[in-house]
């Protein structure tokens, strides 16, 4: 079983790696949500560029 580190030493760590150890369980297979993340669609994907694919939303040095 895997715990945090006491309060005095959470302080130290970011909340990225905070939430990476209280979400650690022995029964998970991955850290992440594999599967939520392989099922995107259109309609779970946010649309970022509202349709727009104009090559300004690149970066310029691409």
Same mark, same amino acid.
């Given at each position: 079983v895997v715990t945090c580190p006491p309060r005095t030493q959470r302080l130290v760590h970011s909340e990225a790696y905070l939430r990476y150890i209280e979400n650690?369980?022995?029964d998970n297979q991955f850290i992440s949500d594999w599967p939520k993340q392989l099922k995107a669609s259109m309609n779970t994907v @946010?649309?970022?560029?509202?349709?727009?694919? @104009? @090559?300004?939303t690149l970066p310029s040095n691409w």
């Open positions: 650690l369980k022995p @946010s649309n970022t560029n509202n349709g727009n694919n @104009s @090559s300004r």
